[in-house]
Structures are given as structure tokens and as C-alpha cells.
């Protein structure tokens, strides 16, 4: 955005790092997405708002934070921007909220699965269903993207946490070898949010957002070929997987501190669902090309091994 004629205003905490932000131009409002006054003083004379904030983990040790921040939040941010009759909207969604609908693969059309496999998940779809009703019935100018496996350099979320934990040796087994995940590169989530917000007349419409399908196996073995760091040999069984790991949740959630390498429960049944979406609307309608995932693997790596 900041490489476009575009003026950046961004609400930051005062606990936030704010350099990259600094360096990219931004103007810098002080307040928080829980704040409801400074919403309204941050968006005040803007042309568009663009809506990132949520709980993005699949493990808290208190459950409340998914659905104050991924609904209560997004209420907020929402009601506030009809207030401030900004021309539009954009809701970054994640495509988890589809879970795993009777398309396969899925698209923006498809009637959602019966099933969210997280909090995270079902807390995004119901802070999503928050917007659309605004949509419906107040006439919120909203705009929604849905990216599948997110990838890049620094990532500090579970697909940056996998990476890592395979190339530092931390995982001792594999398994969910011959699940499959439609994976993209971050700068690509980045290149739809501007082009559907610069888009016009493309108020009402969802936008998923990848493209490149590989099984875990596939995934695990590309990421071992980057960094010239061989793959575990034993496999798990994947019920025995589904059953350690509940049982180590378990211990994390009475323990109030995080599971072992960061797996939980949750991440494990999105993991054995898969996520497998048809992401060419983005490509049809808003002229995206989706960058090979072999490119952010090697970018990826390449920072974790920094």
C-alpha cells in the first residue's frame, strides 16, 4: 500500500513496534481495535478501512480472547466505519471458515461446511457473519478475502512454527502425510488487498486467496530439500496423533502455558481437515499471479536460519 499513491493511517497500540511502519510513511494513531473512540478518530477523513485485526493462534490459555477479539472487535471496527461513511471495506477472513464443505475443492460460492475445527476458526466466522448482517442491513461497503496457508519470511504463526521446528529438528514423527493445503505467499495476500480495495464496483464480493495444492508429504519434503535438513523417518499413526495431542492440550490448558512445539489440538484437527479452495476469481478478476510456493519456502527458511 505504501508503495502506491495511497496516504497510510494505522492504529497502532503504544506497546506496538512501530519502525516498519515509520518507515513506510505511515501517519500513526494511538488506540486500540478495543477502543471504540480510537476507531472513530482514526479512521476520521479516511476513504477506506482495512481490517486485519484478530486472534490469530490455535492455543490461548484463556478461550474468551477468541471471541471478544474475532467478533466483538470486528463488530467494533465495523459499526465504527459506517459511522465514519468510509467507501469501503475490507475484512481479512481466513479460508478455515469454510471448514470442509461438500465442494471439493471449494469456492466463494460454496455453501460452508457443518464444522469450524478451532476456536480461531469458529470465532472468524461468526465476527465475519457480524459484518455481513451490517452488510445486509445497514449497507456496510464490505469486501472480504479468505487466504488458504499463509507463507513467508519471519512468520511467527503455526505455518512459520512447523517450518522452523522441522529445520531446527524438533519433530520427531510425521503424519497427515496425504493431507492436502492451498498454500500463499503473504506479499500475494498483501497485492489482493490493495487491488480489491482499489477494484471498483466490487462492493458484496468474497476473494480466496491462493492457489498451490501439495500434500503435507509433498510440503514437508520441499521445505527438506531447501534447507538440507532430512526429514523425520519415523510415522505416526494419525489417531495416535489426534490422542497424544489432545492429551498434551489438555496438560497446556490446566497448566495455562503453551503445548509442546506449539501443537495443540485445535491446529491438529485443522491440520487432518485440509483446506482445499479454487483461488482463480482472484486471478480472473483482480489480475493477481500467485508467486511459486517454493519461493516464500526458500524466503522463509532463509530468515529462520537468520
Not at 477479539?69 to 481479512?92: D, I, Y
Not at 481466513?94 to 469450524?116: M, N, Q
Not at 462492493?203 to 495444492?213: A, T
Request: proline content about 5%; overall charge negative; some cysteine.
Amino acid at each position: 500500500m505504501a508503495q502506491t499513491e495511497h496516504a497510510l493511517h494505522c492504529l497502532v497500540r503504544e506497546t506496538s513496534n512501530t519502525q516498519h511502519l515509520e518507515e513506510a510513511g505511515a501517519t500513526l494513531i494511538i488506540g486500540d481495535v478495543t477502543n471504540r473512540g480510537s476507531l472513530l478518530e482514526g479512521m476520521k477523513g479516511c476513504d477506506w478501512v482495512i481490517n486485519l485485526a484478530n486472534i490469530y493462534t490455535f492455543w490461548e490459555p484463556d478461550k474468551k480472547i477468541y471471541m471478544y477479539v474475532n467478533v466483538e472487535v470486528t463488530r467494533n471496527v465495523m459499526e465504527c466505519a459506517l459511522e465514519t461513511g468510509v467507501s469501503k471495506v475490507l475484512h481479512v477472513s481466513t479460508a478455515l471458515v469454510y471448514g470442509k464443505p461438500a465442494d471439493c475443492p471449494f469456492t466463494e460460492e460454496s455453501p460452508v461446511g457443518p464444522i469450524r475445527f478451532s476456536e480461531y476458526a469458529r470465532t472468524k466466522y461468526e465476527g465475519e457473519l457480524v459484518a455481513w448482517d451490517l452488510y445486509e442491513r445497514q449497507g456496510l461497503p464490505l469486501v472480504v478475502i479468505y487466504p488458504g496457508s499463509v507463507l513467508g519470511p519471519g512468520d511467527p504463526k503455526a505455518t512459520g512454527q512447523h517450518i522452523k521446528n522441522l529445520i531446527r529438528r524438533r519433530v520427531r514423527a510425521r503424519a497427515f502425510e496425504n493431507v492436502v493445503t492451498t498454500y500463499v505467499h503473504v506479499r500475494d495476500v498483501a497485492e489482493v488487498i490493495v487491488k480489491a480495495l482499489e477494484k471498483q464496483s466490487n462492493i458484496g464480493e468474497r476473494y480466496l486467496v491462493g492457489k498451490y495444492q501439495f500434500s503435507f508429504r509433498e510440503y514437508d519434503e520441499m521445505i527438506s530439500q531447501i534447507s538440507e535438513v532430512p526429514l523425520p523417518s519415523m510415522r505416526l499413526p494419525d489417531a495416535v496423533a489426534i490422542v497424544g495431542t489432545a492429551l498434551l492440550t489438555r496438560l497446556a490448558d490446566l497448566m495455562k502455558r503453551p503445548p509442546p512445539w506449539g501443537i495443540s489440538i485445535d491446529g491438529l484437527k485443522t491440520v487432518r481437515a485440509g483446506l482445499l479452495f479454487d483461488g482463480s476469481k482472484a486471478e480472473r478478476e483482480l489480475g493477481v499471479t500467485y508467486t511459486p510456493i517454493q519461493i516464500a519456502l526458500e524466503e522463509a527458511i532463509a530468515s529462520f536460519k537468520e
